[in-house]
């Protein structure tokens, strides 16, 4: 046998020896990375390496939080891929991209520390910097549930949302496109405890503290009844029928934002004279207002209550509209009823004036100090000139 042979021999044996030993240390590896994360810790059962693709999977993966309560781990993902994106790569570009498959994230809130689960003691992007060593410029998340327990806590109400897929792009803006918003996402999802569905489209630049938006969010066919704990609760009211549309728009531009919640019910019915449960006085009459209420505020041909309710202000302090919120209650039921659509009136630039308006506010306060600085020490010198006029022989 040649010498060149017997080489390639060699290489071609520590190739497959390699191969079959580099999951054993990238299982370690991952399962080390996990095992310290503060109040969570995780791990991960198997590892799959998919050498040609530049990828790898990581199976069953569980993140807890350490001495916590809930028995629901905070992240459970059967199946993750985590790979380099080639077509960035053809683009001069080294990124890469996730996948995730049927995850499960559960959220708990509640005073008592060991009962919350929320995740926020843990600065997830340096957790997945340390599993997939490049940025990451796509996420996927592909038939997912999302649960939040008492996500109201008096009276309890959880929210659960199911078959939720989604998707971000561009993350790391390598597709230069025109505009400031360069990341598309999206994500849908059903409520089915609450009997509707979610959707949600948005674009987004994600390369700041605070990201900029321009976000377009829907329920649709929520039914009332399902909210009648909570309506109990703070209204002193049941809902005997009817189905609940919520669509809003909103944009941000370094932390100022615009945009308004429109929702629209259907159908709605409170107040039943023969109910069946037992109903306080207080209740019964507070029912039968509501309902006259209604009868007067809806709009007769579509038989529906609807107002749209303007946002504007910071992130810090979001300031509601509350005449605009009145007059549109007013409009729908004898001007012209609500569409359950979008309005499609909110744009990036309304956030980027608002916060052009801003700045010209504080440029127009630090003119004002100035000018009262400057008429103060204009005052001093005039006084010392006359303190020094009055010391003289």
């Given at each position: 046998?040649?010498?060149t042979t017997?080489?390639?021999l060699?290489l071609?044996?520590?190739?497959?020896?390699?191969r079959?030993?580099?999951p054993?240390?990238?299982?370690?590896?991952?399962n080390?990375?996990?095992?310290d994360?503060?109040?969570?810790?995780g791990?991960i059962?198997?590892?799959?390496i998919?050498?040609l693709r530049?990828?790898y999977?990581?199976e069953?993966?569980?993140i807890?939080?350490?001495?916590?309560k809930?028995?629901?781990?905070f992240?459970?993902?059967p199946k993750?891929?985590?790979?380099i994106?080639w077509?960035?790569?053809?683009k001069?570009e080294l990124?890469g991209?996730?996948?995730a498959?049927?995850?499960?994230l559960?959220?708990?809130?509640s005073?008592?520390?060991?009962e919350?689960q929320?995740?926020e003691e843990?600065d997830?992007?340096v957790?997945?910097?340390?599993?997939l060593?490049?940025q990451i410029?796509?996420?996927?998340?592909?038939n997912?549930?999302?649960?939040?327990?008492s996500?109201?806590?008096k009276?309890?109400a959880?929210?659960s949302?199911?078959?939720?897929n989604?998707?971000?792009?561009?993350?790391r803006?390598v597709e230069?496109?025109?505009g400031?918003?360069p990341?598309?996402v999206?994500?849908?999802?059903?409520i089915?405890?609450?009997?509707?569905?979610?959707r949600f489209?948005?674009?987004m630049?994600?390369?700041?503290?605070?990201?900029d938006?321009n976000?377009?969010?829907?329920?649709?066919?929520?039914?009332?009844?399902?909210?009648?704990?909570?309506?109990r609760?703070?209204?002193?009211i049941?809902?005997?029928r009817g189905?609940?549309?919520?669509f809003?728009?909103?944009?941000?531009?370094?932390?100022?934002?615009?945009?308004y919640?429109?929702?629209?019910?259907?159908?709605?019915?409170?107040?039943?004279?023969n109910?069946?449960e037992?109903?306080?006085?207080?209740?019964?009459?507070?029912?039968?207002?509501?309902?006259?209420?209604?009868?007067?505020?809806k709009?007769?041909?579509?038989?529906q209550v609807?107002?749209?309710?303007p946002?504007?202000?910071?992130v810090?302090e979001?300031?509601?509209?509350?005449?605009?919120?009145?007059?549109?209650?007013?409009?729908?039921?004898?001007i012209?009823?609500f569409?359950?659509e979008?309005?499609n009136?909110?744009?990036?630039?309304?956030?980027?004036?608002n916060?052009r308006?801003d700045l010209?506010e504080?440029r127009?306060?630090?003119?004002?100090?100035r000018?009262?600085?400057?008429?103060?020490r204009k005052?001093?010198?005039?006084?010392r000139r006359e303190?020094?006029?009055?010391?003289?022989?």
């Amino acid at each position: 046998m040649k010498r060149t042979t017997k080489i390639l021999l060699a290489l071609l044996v520590l190739l497959i020896v390699g191969r079959l030993l580099l999951p054993y240390f990238v299982l370690r590896y991952v399962n080390k990375v996990l095992a310290d994360m503060g109040s969570y810790t995780g791990r991960i059962e198997d590892v799959n390496i998919a050498l040609l693709r530049g990828a790898y999977q990581i199976e069953n993966l569980r993140i807890r939080k350490i001495n916590g309560k809930v028995k629901e781990p905070f992240l459970y993902i059967p199946k993750a891929d985590l790979s380099i994106e080639w077509k960035s790569l053809f683009k001069g570009e080294l990124v890469g991209e996730v996948e995730a498959y049927e995850p499960e994230l559960n959220f708990a809130f509640s005073n008592n520390e060991s009962e919350r689960q929320t995740g926020e003691e843990v600065d997830w992007t340096v957790l997945v910097k340390d599993l997939l060593p490049i940025q990451i410029n796509r996420f996927a998340v592909i038939n997912g549930r999302i649960d939040l327990a008492s996500l109201i806590t008096k009276p309890r109400a959880d929210l659960s949302m199911q078959r939720f897929n989604g998707e971000i792009r561009n993350i790391r803006n390598v597709e230069e496109v025109s505009g400031k918003l360069p990341s598309p996402v999206w994500a849908t999802g059903d409520i089915p405890g609450y009997g509707g569905t979610m959707r949600f489209d948005a674009n987004m630049y994600l390369l700041k503290p605070m990201p900029d938006f321009n976000y377009d969010l829907r329920f649709t066919n929520i039914e009332m009844t399902k909210l009648n704990e909570m309506a109990r609760a703070y209204a002193n009211i049941d809902f005997e029928r009817g189905r609940l549309n919520v669509f809003s728009e909103m944009a941000m531009n370094d932390g100022k934002l615009n945009g308004y919640v429109k929702p629209l019910t259907k159908e709605m019915k409170i107040f039943k004279l023969n109910e069946n449960e037992n109903r306080s006085v207080g209740r019964f009459f507070t029912e039968l207002l509501a309902q006259g209420g209604t009868a007067l505020l809806k709009n007769q041909k579509l038989d529906q209550v609807a107002t749209r309710i303007p946002l504007s202000g910071t992130v810090e302090e979001v300031k509601v509209g509350l005449w605009p919120t009145i007059f549109g209650v007013l409009r729908n039921a004898y001007i012209q009823a609500f569409k359950g659509e979008f309005d499609n009136d909110i744009t990036f630039k309304d956030a980027l004036s608002n916060f052009r308006e801003d700045l010209k506010e504080k440029r127009a306060e630090r003119k004002a100090e100035r000018r009262e600085k400057r008429e103060k020490r204009k005052e001093e010198r005039q006084q010392r000139r006359e303190q020094r006029r009055e010391g003289r022989p």
